[in-house]
């Protein structure tokens, strides 16, 4: 294993499993609706590219990046969309998909922001909830799994940019974030 990994929080074998059980969550919900999943870049590319998967669901996806601005590891709560959707999202039932949700102040702004261009509903799909860390008042309304306040890297998540390949979520070594 990588030295500045220390331990894997949540197994491929584990991740893979979690995101059928959301997928089937979704499924029964949207059942005779056409969803747009909205993948926030760059993170959550890897849970929306195995959740519409194993949706079994007429679907359509786009994607958003927006930053929210601070240092790496500390949200202000001041959001800015760098990339913005494809199209409208006037009268669609709209998912929000994210790798984890912590502070909380990005999908707080995101569902506003589609609420106020129209959209018809918006529920958010994130595969971490790190629910210790949450600032404002927002829940996913699917959950992947809980986890606990560690530095998470893998499955699309990243330090500086790295280890967003990992097929496991691995918590870094502190030290490595640390200095
Ligand atoms: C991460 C994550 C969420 C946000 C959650 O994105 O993908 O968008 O932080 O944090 P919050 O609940 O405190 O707002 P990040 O800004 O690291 O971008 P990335 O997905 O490109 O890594």
């Known amino acids: 294993m990588d030295s500045e990994i ?11 499993e979690t995101v059928k059980r959301v997928g089937r969550e979704i499924t ?3 059942k005779d609706k056409i969803p747009l999943f909205v993948g926030i870049l760059k993170g ?6 195995d959740l519409i998967r194993v949706c079994d669901l007429d679907l359509e996806i786009d994607f958003m990046s927006v930053k929210s601005y601070g ?11 760098l990339k913005d959707l494809d199209y409208s ?14 502070s909380g102040y990005t999908l707080k702004y995101l569902k506003t922001n589609m609420i106020a261009r129209g959209a018809k509903s918006v529920r958010i799909a994130a595969f971490l909830d790190k ?21 998470i890297v893998g499955y699309g998540m990243d330090y ?8 496991d979520i691995c918590a870094l070594k502190n030290e490595v974030y640390e200095k």
């Open 6 to 16: 220390k331990k894997v929080m949540v197994s491929r074998e584990e991740i893979y």
């Open 71 to 81: 240092s790496s590891s500390k949200s202000t709560g001041e959001v800015r969309i």
């Open 28 to 30: 029964e919900d949207y």
């Open 160 to 167: 500086a940019e790295k280890w967003r390949g990992l097929a």
């Open 44 to 49: 959550a590319v890897p849970f929306l590219a």
């Open 131 to 151: 629910a210790a860390r949450r600032v404002v008042d927002i829940d996913a309304d699917y959950v992947g799994k809980k986890i606990e306040n560690e530095f």
């Open 89 to 102: 999202v006037q009268g669609k039932d709209i998912i929000i998909v994210e790798d984890i949700i912590d």
